[in-house]
């Protein structure tokens, strides 16, 4: 079987294996199925358009259940090797109609639009998740119906006390090297079992494209080694970390001189929209963000110098250059990285308070902008 799973076709066919991958009815999970190419692409606009029973995915009725694939991104298959493709896809009615998981179509809008763009907006989004056992939904290296001893040792650990999993997480650095995803980091998390893989700088629509695309590996390694990826904001309760997908951002203005009024202004925009970010950044964040475990509480926005208990976050470097980035650590773990990144660029580039808002929100924020 082995043998077979790694037989390179190259020599013997031009064709190739398109895995053409898409977000199901829940908003987070994946669904991808296979089909054959004449030949090698370069390009999504060489791929078809393709087709799925929307009822089984939570996507469409019964009695009219065809959902429409578009390819939009293409990253090498670790997998199969080769000339075969992972297909990044968004999802369309019959009549051409976005349907309604399909965050990508309203993020591609938003950063198509010339005030976004000509700002260049990068993202640097840090993925967290946990490592469960698959028969008994605890922890990857968690005493079955027990816990390991408390948090402290086990961030950035070695040793096979305290890591559990690296084999799982270097495989997947790897494979998203190897698929041209634009991962630049991993580390071992502060609760044992979990981890944490950085993908970015990405520019605009790109972040999600590939967030989602290193999700789908990592899927993907983990059935193969029969481990459950859970990206469940808080898998345990109690004095354990909860997981986030914190967001780095900057614009050209705020890594130009003078940018940091340019973030200064961004957190005051911020600020006015919390809810509204809230209420977009991942099911289940109220059992994350309750002012514990290097969180801020939900109800709450607050922003900091290197203070990882704030919404918002400015590293010392920014502070010290006058200009560069801001990391967002709202955002849950199960976040859609196209609503995030989307929303960050809309509120920060597009959106306008009014100036009355503007000053009363610099007064409770102790901001001179």
């Known amino acids: 079987m082995q043998q077979l799973l790694d037989m390179d076709t190259t020599p013997f066919t031009d064709k190739i294996i398109a895995e053409y991958i898409w977000v199901g009815g829940s908003g987070i999970d994946l669904r991808s199925k296979s089909r054959t190419i004449s030949k090698p692409v370069e390009d999504p606009s060489e791929l078809p358009k393709w087709n799925y029973d929307g009822s089984s995915t939570g996507q469409a009725p019964g009695e009219d259940s065809e959902v429409i694939l578009y390819p939009q991104a293409i990253f090498k298959d670790p997998f199969r090797g080769g000339n075969n493709i992972l297909v990044i896809c968004d999802t369309y009615t019959p009549q051409g109609e976005p349907i309604p998981t399909n965050k990508r179509h309203m993020a591609a809008q938003i950063f198509s639009d010339p005030k976004v763009t000509s700002q260049v907006p990068w993202f640097g989004i840090e993925q967290e998740y946990t490592l469960m056992q698959r028969d008994v939904n605890w922890p990857l290296g968690w005493p079955v119906g027990g816990y390991p001893g408390p948090q402290g040792p086990y961030y950035c650990a070695v040793g096979s006390d305290k890591s559990f ?205």
């Open 165 to 369: 999993g690296r084999d799982i997480s270097d495989a997947h650095y790897k494979a998203c090297l190897y698929a041209g995803i634009e991962i630049s980091g991993t580390n071992g998390e502060v609760m044992p079992g979990q981890w944490e893989y950085q993908v970015g700088p990405s520019v605009g629509i790109d972040a999600g494209d590939h967030i989602w695309a290193s999700r789908y590996i990592l899927e993907r390694i983990t059935e193969q080694a029969g481990v459950v990826l859970t990206l469940d904001p808080k898998p345990i309760q109690g004095d354990w970390n909860g997981a986030g997908c914190h967001t780095n951002y900057s614009t050209l203005s705020m890594r130009e001189d003078g940018g940091f009024d340019v973030i200064k202004k961004a957190i005051l925009n911020l600020s006015l929209r919390h809810d509204l970010h809230i209420a977009a950044y991942g099911e289940g964040n109220e059992r994350r963000l309750t002012g514990l475990h290097e969180t801020a509480s939900i109800s709450d926005f607050s922003w900091g110098v290197a203070n990882r208990g704030c919404s918002i976050r400015v590293g010392r470097e920014t502070e010290a250059k006058g200009k560069g980035y801001l990391e967002d650590r709202r955002p849950a773990s199960n976040m859609d990285p196209y609503t995030v990144t989307a929303l960050l660029a809309e509120t920060t580039i597009l959106w306008e308070p009014t100036l009355e808002a503007e000053a009363l929100a610099a007064k409770k924020l102790a901001l001179k902008v």
